[in-house]
Nanobody
Framework: QVQLVESGGGLVQAGASLRLSCAAS????????MGWFRQAPGKEREFVAA????????YYADSVKGRFTISRDNAKNTVYLQMDSLKPEDTAVYYC??????????????????WGQGTQVTVSS
């Protein structure tokens, strides 16, 4: 049974930092690219960041580039999202997901097959 469990969300003030974690099980974690998405109330789920299986290549949405950092520890079956300089517009539920093998577009939810339950991030102004 494939499982992804996010943690690390919370309520912070603008300018603060948070580090999200996503623990994976039920699949050979080191064989898969991973992604982080977020969904704000009334909006569609949107791409935030992705990382390839080895951690060498990373990709970011323009809205978070330079502020967020995705990383992974294959020995711990965990992917992370370090979020710095948080803004109120970063408020959303954040989800991690396994990327489908061979799916070319890493920025669409269609390219991911297993998702976590999400963790809430709220940034106050």
């Amino acid at each position: 049974q494939v499982q992804l469990v996010e943690s690390g969300g919370g309520l912070v003030q603008a300018g603060a930092s948070l580090r999200l974690s996503c623990a994976a099980s039920g699949r050979t974690f080191s064989s898969y690219d991973m992604g982080w998405f977020r969904q704000a109330p009334g909006k569609e789920r949107e791409f935030v960041a992705a990382i390839n299986w080895s951690g060498v290549r990373t990709y970011y949405a323009d809205s978070v580039k330079g502020r967020f950092t995705i990383s992974r520890d294959n020995a711990k079956n965990t992917v992370y999202l370090q979020m710095d300089s948080l803004k109120p517009e970063d408020t959303a539920v954040y989800y991690c997901a396994f990327r489908k093998s061979g799916y070319s577009d890493r920025t669409t939810t269609l390219g991911y097959d297993y998702w976590g339950q999400g963790t809430q991030v709220t940034v106050s102004s």
